[in-house]
């Protein structure tokens, strides 16, 4: 009997605790309900307050202005499903006061005597102390091992109190403030109270321009970046992930965010150049964030419509080559079991690629009016340093040689930007050619030798003839052709030229010259040119040979041969000008705009999968 009551009982209180389990599952999924409906109500409430409203999601229009009917803004159920999904919708503002308690104890430290507070705006790169030229003494002897393993797992020195020592995937030594989001890679060691004194002199200049522009540009979710160079200069900039942008507390040019392109109006446009930095960041200091899965698929969409992109068109204005974007897609579509990714690895992966996507984005003018659609389509106007006199003149001389290599050049080279696949591709048709050309050289010239030795050709005692002055004359053309093949072959086999880092900087140095970009196209077109000289003058000097007797006989079928060459070759010429007519009339048939040197108008931007 007590077997039974006790089981009743057993029962009784199971069912009880299955009851409040289940009704405190409701009461905290009500709870929840209700919280976020309530920080959803302070968003809302935030945005309308905002009359400068800026939208960097990458599937919005970028607006900038105010709002002139006085109503708020309303945020459709899509755009706060996706802020909800991302994990980097803007979360509750700090209070300010909150700030201010924090920042005190900052401001009352007491810097060094060499501090100088000179804050500059910067970028991830140019505010970078990794890449900075270091030493290491080869004199110093290494510490020997001791037993055991307590001191390998103590081998880092201790930290300040606050500071996290974090390793980039590269190597590189990073240092992160976890109570100010501070980022830098300057030696806390030496100049902690100094960083840290400048860190919240900077963020109290955020928050009194945040009360003067009725704009909370502080929140949880900002950073800073802090570093200090040898001359005591504080490189600094700010970064809002809620917008995927950097911000500073003084006014910044365009040209000071490490680009030199010209045509920019918009803020919508700049959008795009600081959307760019704010994933070069994300390069630079991948540790304590986490990207939404919204990113990833972002990236992958954008990656999917280059691949096709480069299968449908011949023109496509993607940075990466075919073969480079089938080996990309496999490597994000590895990383699409992770969700919301935050190891570094990874995260580092993603931002390079949406940097150089967002680049490519800025340099072609994204969701302007003057959207540049194809990669050989200039904005700036037609270049005009092929259009000159001196350079027909030359062309003439050369047989059209030069007008076909500058065709080729203004296709890689537009507005001042290469991008790396073409780059790639015209380098390795040039190199082709050039090793191509010294074997018919090498014909031509064999050819030519072989006809001075022709009995009556040169005759002993007598000065020389007209057909032995063309037949040297075609020798030299010929050995012209191999020496020009061979130093053209030997300047691009270098791997640097490769690289469209290094074009663009020997491409704007050739085109701040009048004539730098009109000499590169003539030096290009010297093999074959010369090759064909040398073709045309042996051909003269055995038609002088042949008719030279005057025999009708030989006369007549000769004449009537050469004719029927001279036919053919004249309609073989109007075919294949049908083929190359497109690629022409890009740049000589349609009108010229104003006459504009095309590197004062151009960037210097360009594209490489490797390095930056």
């Given amino acids: 009997m007590l077997t039974s009551v006790g089981s009743r009982l057993f029962r009784f209180l199971l069912s009880l605790v299955i009851h409040l389990r289940r009704s405190v599952g409701r009461i905290a999924l009500a709870f929840r309900a209700r919280l ?171 928050i009194q321009l945040g009360k003067q522009t009725g704009d909370a540009i502080m929140d949880e979710l900002t950073e800073i970046v802090l570093n200090v160079d040898n001359t005591e200069c504080w490189h600094y900039y700010f970064v809002d992930h809620g917008n995927r942008l950097l911000f500073w507390v003084q006014p910044v040019r365009p040209h000071d965010l490490d680009t030199d392109l010209q045509g920019i109006s918009e803020f919508s446009h700049i959008r795009y150049l600081v959307e760019t930095l704010y994933w070069s960041h994300c390069e630079y200091y991948p540790h304590n964030r986490t990207l939404p899965k919204k990113v990833f698929e972002d990236l992958r969409g954008m990656l999917n419509y280059a691949k096709t992109d480069m299968l449908t068109t011949d023109s496509s204005s993607s940075p990466f080559a075919q073969d480079e974007l089938v080996a990309i897609l496999d490597l994000v579509n590895s990383l699409k079991d ?186 290009h077109s010297l093999p074959i040119a010369c090759l064909i000289w040398s073709i045309t003058l042996f051909s003269t000097a055995l038609v002088i040979q042949i008719f030279g007797p005057e025999e009708l006989a030989t006369v007549t079928t000769l004449g009537v041969e050469c004719f029927i060459l001279v036919l053919f070759g004249v309609m073989s010429g109007f075919v294949l000008r049908l083929f190359s007519r497109n690629d022409d009339s890009a740049e000589d048939d349609s009108p010229p705009t104003e006459p504009q040197h095309d590197l004062e108008l151009g960037s210097a931007k360009c594209f490489n999968f490797r390095g930056r």
């Fill in 338 to 523: 992770y969700g919301k990714i935050s190891d570094p690895y990874s995260i580092w992966i993603i931002a390079r690629l949406m940097e150089f996507l967002t680049e490519n984005q800025f340099l072609n003018f994204c969701g302007q009016q003057c959207a540049r659609l194809n990669a050989d389509t200039p904005l700036f106007g037609q270049q005009t340093w092929n259009r000159s006199v001196v350079f027909k003149v030359v062309n003439m001389l050369l047989l059209g040689s030069p007008n076909e290599h500058a065709v080729r050049l203004q296709r890689v080279w537009v507005d001042g930007i290469i991008i790396q696949p073409r780059w790639t591709a015209f380098i390795n048709r040039l190199t082709n050619e050039l090793g191509r050309y010294p074997i018919f050289s090498t014909v031509m010239l064999a050819v030519n030798i072989s006809f001075l030795a022709v009995p009556g050709v040169i005759t002993a005692g007598s000065p020389a003839s007209q057909i032995e002055i063309i037949i040297y004359c075609s020798v030299v053309s010929t050995i012209g052709s191999i020496a020009f093949s061979f130093t053209l072959a030997n300047v691009y086999s270098d791997p640097g030229l490769m690289s469209a880092d290094t074009t663009a900087e020997v491409m704007k140095t050739l085109g701040q010259t009048k004539w730098g970009m009109a000499c590169l196209a003539i030096t």
């Fill in 36 to 206: 976020a409906s309530f920080w959803r109500s302070i968003l809302i409430f935030a945005r309308c307050r905002d009359q400068s409203l800026i939208r960097l999601h990458a599937n919005d229009v970028p607006v900038m202005g105010n709002n002139s009917t006085g109503e708020c803004p309303q945020i459709s159920e899509r755009a706060m499903k996706e802020e909800e999904d991302s994990g980097l919708a803007v979360p509750p503002v700090r209070p300010i006061t909150l700030w201010e308690d924090k920042l005190s104890k900052y401001q009352a430290l007491m810097p060094s005597d060499q501090f100088k507070f000179d804050p500059h705006p910067a970028t991830p790169e140019g505010g970078s102390l990794r890449y900075k030229p270091r030493t290491v003494s080869q004199t110093v002897d290494p510490p020997d091992i001791p037993a055991g393993r307590q001191r390998l797992l103590s081998a880092l020195p201790p930290l300040p109190e606050g500071w996290r020592r974090q390793v980039h995937p590269e190597g590189s030594i990073l240092f992160y403030h976890e109570e100010l989001r501070l980022f830098t890679e300057s030696d806390i060691f030496q100049r902690e109270e100094d960083i840290l004194f400048c860190a919240a002199t900077l963020i109290q200049q955020a």
